[in-house]
């Protein structure tokens, strides 16, 4: 038997959440550094699975297969794909940052009563979701997603609820009333999502035990069985099938008009747990639309598909312009958040090899960037003791550095050319207008309205007269620079060489692509003179 | 022997045979000692109990009491096992005590696990380090004296002489015993009988709270009534069902409805009567819907929970509920299968009323005791589901979910004991504000047990609900899915209010305290917190245990 690689990387952050949660509350830094440690390692495991995994090879490689619960059909089933990878480096990536912007977000006020331990649960909750989500990654069996997909809600959860922002426009107990009503409604909206995939989980079963004779969810036994015939959903099943899984991951994902938990959620939790719901937790809901609804369901997914892609139009639309009237900096990071999704949605669902490689890629490029943005935001937030627009200006005369960090985060976020998110966003409005040009030049809108939020934003925040308040703004303090330079030299590297990334994706993609029996559409438009320049070559 | 027999009978041969066509002779009961062994045990214990309670003295009563049950239970158990060994749950499934007893996997399953149950249950009643000592003794949650008017000048005296209600213990297997035969009838006058041999102690201990105990008494009073008239149309039925029959033995209604029978000469005006049937079968099942506490046979159980003393409540809502699904599983898939066309879309209808109105009710509840007694309503809907699905599958997921139910419950309502204020427990949903920073580990351990009762995966609560779901889908009950799936939700949203209360809020000035409890209600709580996670992790055992007690005898 091989080295469970797969199993260890979700392992560590688990072993990580326990042993930090069981370190004294008095050494509260100490619990720190030894989750930092972990996630750490988790981010070396990332790298090597990252070094394993041979783009041509295998659809899923570094697989393993255990018996789990037999009695339901459901294997211990891992593997990774080319998509996988890459977002279980992104996460690995991320939650170190996440940590070090979130070092003192969690220090108790008072430390009278020692049964209290907020440190050690902070950074406990966070591995936690870690592994979680990273197991949810490398699942290749429906059952074991779903549990992963759910069961990461509770620490999620108690993050959101127990750990706000200090930062709010009112009062001490409304913002505990605000916070917990935020925590509530993230629960609640993916609770119903995930239980109405519960229902079609089972139904999944039904039908693979009804036809096979034992029911099962291993994802490549049941695209094999589908493949060769053993397996047929009829239209009915598959669709109904399909609509239980794909409301679970739009509620995730969120895609309009499942997506108001998301501004509560990341309005109220301090900015690395926002950066954990919208870069690392939600980006499972766009990678399970890609990996279950259209693997699973090709039929139903393009039944589907003209009203998904209107949906996703609709989200990056009204997410752009409700980021335009916002005056909360986090409420408008989430959702310009929700207008990205839109178009990483679109870009899935369009269905062209373009489109598709561009979601992927978003999925990566908007877990940097946003971090990047919400981190720095963070920062800011936390200087002033306010996260509303107004209560800023003139932090660049003061801030220097921090203007010009958000400054590159909101460049990103606008997919300024030269970094990270403009290819993947230009890939999937290429993608998009290949096979649907209305909805392409509908989507391009967005970008527009991206540059104006993003630009006033900047501007009403850091230009103009230093605002009261603002005066003795420190600059950004190592520990800071340390987490923000090394996200905007991965945009910057993103921008420029994407190749790297794209390789490894490129081959899952081709192969989600002819689950679903799709090709690119052939180009419409013939140049005469290249035509002619062809002939003349020949 | 059957020499001497068949001696005796020789003096008379003719004349008897004569009279074996007209009244058959009455055979000399064959009783299987040793299959019935494990009930026989608790009846035993049960037995002594009474005896030390009437010659021990008073102050060697409760380790007496305690020894006799804990031992009696874990000899019944070791019984069971043995049993199971031998192949009685599989191979060797056989109908013991002249027809009356089913020694069978279901049986056998169910059988262990109440005596596990009432176990566990035996902890939470000896429990003695919460109550503040009063007058220099240590005291538990029953009452000094049951016979004491409430707040009388008897009752104080019997508080100052320390006096504890030892009486529980026996009154506690006695009822086991008659959970345990429950599930096991395999005629209905042995499930009646069994019915009220279990139901009359439980009546008693409702009413023997040591704080509240008007609330107590009332609520005893209020299961006594409505147990005594759900007692009365259960006899009914089953009067009704003879009626029809001509016998009240499962198999002999099984065959009956089947058509494969041989009817009575002098029954032949009512046998076969499909009426006497349906309202005979509807009358029995009523009675069995009520104590496992359906919708609309419910409206007892919010209030009894509320009222009896704690531990008792938690024993009710675990063992009951496993006796009585137990019981209705039998009927319903031995008596009745022949009758699936009709019964089914009434279970339908019941398990959705069941679902709903449990999690919309519980939506709205402020006291600890009553939203976890609407949660079990809710559960009892779920567990419908799995009955409805008439298939082995089904049985065993119901058998697999009782099993994760009863020990969630019995922990979580052992929690509740320990939240205590001035006036005894604080069962008031907005005392326990802030109790996760005052205690995490209580509420985190709470926590645990209502994301096991909402059905969150890596619980044992969502590897039961996906059991039985499964089950039902797999029968061709899809929509029942959905709708348990949508209640399901709703459930989830009243868990999650208590955790935001517990974790989210600002803990009281005037809060309640968490009492340290000794290591009887902390292995109480334990062992509810091991079931919830290796249930939910690796049920792959149970599942298969369960699976393979999934086969009825008849």
Known sequence: MSFPLLTVTAVVPAAGAVVTAAVPAARRTAAKWTALAFALATLVLAAVVTARFSP????????????????????????????????????????????????????????????????????????????MVVIAFESTDVFLFYVFFEAMLIPMYFLIGGFGDQAGAHGEDEQARQRSYAAVKFLLYNLVGGLVMLAAVIGLYAVTAHQLGAGTFSLPQILHDRANGTLTLSTTAERWIFLGFFFAFAVKAPLWPLHTWLPNAMGESTAPVAVLITAVVDKVGTFAMLRYCLQLFPAASKWATPVILVLAVIGIIYGALLAVGQRDIKRLIAYASISHFGFIILGIFAMTSQGQSGATLYMVNHGVSTAALLLVAGFLISRRGSRRIADFGGVQKVAPLLAGTFLVGGLATLSLPGLGPFVSEFLVLVGTFTRYPALGVIATLGIVLAALYVLVLYQRTMTGPVKAGIEGMKDLKVRELVVVAPLIALLL?????????????????????????????????????????????? | MSATAAAVHSLWTTRALADTAA?????????????????????????????????????????????????GLAAAFAALVALAADGYAQGRSHVAAMGAVAVDGPALFLQGTIVLIALVATFTFAERRLDPVAHGNRVDSFAA????????????????????????????????????????????????????VFSLPLYLLCALARRRRLMSQEASVKYFLLGAFSSAILLFGIALLYGYAGTVSYGGIADVVDGTAKLTPALANTTGNDALLLIGGAMVVMGLLFKVAAVPFHMWTPDVYQGAPTPVTGFMAAAVKVAAFGALLRLLYVVLPGMRWDWRPVMWGVAIVTMVVGAIIAVTQTDVKRLLAYSSIAHAGFLLTGVIAVSPSGVSSVLFYLVAYSFVTLGGFAVVTLVRDAGGEATHLSKWAGLGRRSPLLAAVFAVFLLSFAGIPLTAGFSGKFAVFKAAAQGGAVPLVVVGVISSAIAAF??????????????????????IPSPLTSTAIALGVAVTLVLGVAPQYFLDLAGKAGVFVR
């Open chain 1, 56 to 131: 041509g090879g295998a659809r899923y490689q570094l697989t393993e297969s255990h018996a789990w619960i037999t009695a339901f059909g459901v294997r211990y089933e891992l593997g990774v794909d080319g998509i996988a990878v890459v977002l279980v480096l992104l996460t690995a990536v991320l939650v170190p940052f996440v940590m070090l912007a979130g070092w003192h977000d969690a220090d108790p006020l008072e430390t009278s009563d020692r049964r209290w331990r907020p440190t050690q649960g902070f950074f406990a909750l966070i591995l936690l979701v870690e592994a």
């Open chain 1, 493 to 538: 590297f993103l921008g420029v060489y994407p190749k790297p990334v794209t390789d490894v994706i490129n081959p899952a993609v081709k192969d989600t692509l002819s689950d679903v029996h799709r090709t690119d559409p052939p180009p419409k438009v013939t140049v005469p003179a290249v035509a002619a320049a062809k002939e003349n070559a020949k």
């Open chain 2, 23 to 71: 009244t058959p002779a009455i055979p000399t009961p064959h009783i299987e000692y040793a299959q019935l062994s494990p009930v026989l045990i608790v009846f035993g214990a049960a037995v002594l109990g009474v005896l030390i309670e009437a010659f021990a003295p008073r102050a060697a009563r409760y380790a007496g009491q305690l020894a006799v049950s804990v031992v």
């Open chain 2, 145 to 196: 004296q049951g016979s004491a008017v409430p707040g009388g000048e008897q009752e104080q005296k019997a508080v100052r002489a320390g006096f504890t209600t030892t009486e529980v213990f026996p009154l506690l297997l006695f009822a086991v015993a008659g959970m345990m035969i429950f599930p096991a009838a395999d005629d209905l006058l042995t499930l009646f009988v069994s019915l009220e």
């Open chain 2, 494 to 515: 009243f868990y999650i209010r208590v955790i935001v209360m517990m974790f989210f809020q600002e803990p009281q000035p005037q809060g309640p305290t968490v009492a």
